[in-house]
Antibody, heavy 121, light 111 residues
């Protein structure tokens, strides 16, 4: 069926790195933009990063620029988020979500179940 | 500052109508960008509820409706049901952020 499944989360010390993966199935992954959205414990949703269907363009929220890298492997139907120099404030459930629409119209019609990343010493 | 402002909470009795507002600025809703709404049931991932201001995805009951005017948007829920108890988020695009922007979320309590 049509779904997104995240993996790779866990507990990591401040300053260390972690890579999240999001496996897509049931749809033509290479035809869609994809993004990551996070939710800190008890808080609201925060957009993190977005990548074009072909990987040609990427955008990030200011708080992760230079530390996080979004990428994709269309041959493996997988989205990634490489997170470096992690901080306590990066602690959150990370969702991958499928993007619909053009620049300025983006919305997210399919979401994964989320993966918890905890940054703590 | 790039912010979409929602009331922290709203409530209503079963069968009633409630509305949730989402107030933006000239860099997002006021610039003409579409507003989308998501429902997040407790312990689950968000689900698309309304897209492009007033459109419902397949499977979303017509009790849910959206509208947009000027720098604000609203989500209306009629015939309130117990299963509607959830957090609701608006989302738009912000030209200052150069990316999507979510509202702070509104917790709906069905009395």
């Amino acid at each position: 069926q049509v779904q997104l499944v995240e993996s790779g989360g866990g507990v990591v010390q401040p300053g260390r790195s972690l890579r999240l993966s999001c496996a897509a199935s049931g749809f033509t992954f290479r035809s869609y933009g994809m993004n990551w959205v996070r939710q800190a414990p008890g808080k609201g949703l925060e957009w993190v990063a977005i990548i074009w269907y072909d990987g040609s363009n990427k955008y990030y929220v200011d708080s992760v620029k230079g530390r996080f890298t979004i990428s994709r492997d269309n041959s493996k139907n997988t989205l990634y988020l490489q997170m470096n120099s992690l901080r306590a404030e990066d602690t959150a459930v990370y969702y991958c979500a499928r993007v619909i629409g053009h620049l300025g119209e983006w919305y997210f019609d399919l979401w994964g179940r989320g993966n918890l990343v905890t940054v703590s010493s | 500052q790039s912010v979409l402002t929602q009331p922290p909470s709203v409530s209503g009795a079963p069968g009633q109508r409630v509305t949730i507002s989402c107030t933006g600025s000239s860099s997002n809703i006021g610039a003409g960008y579409d507003v989308h709404w998501y429902q997040q049931l407790p312990g689950t991932a968000p689900k698309l509820l309304i897209y492009a201001n007033s459109n419902r995805p397949s499977g979303v009951p017509d009790r849910f409706s959206g509208s947009k005017s000027g720098t604000s948007a609203s989500l209306a829920i009629t015939g309130l049901q117990a299963e509607d108890e959830a957090d609701y988020y608006c989302q738009s695009y912000d030209s200052s952020l150069s990316g999507p922007l979510f509202g702070g979320g509104t917790k709906l309590t069905v009395l």
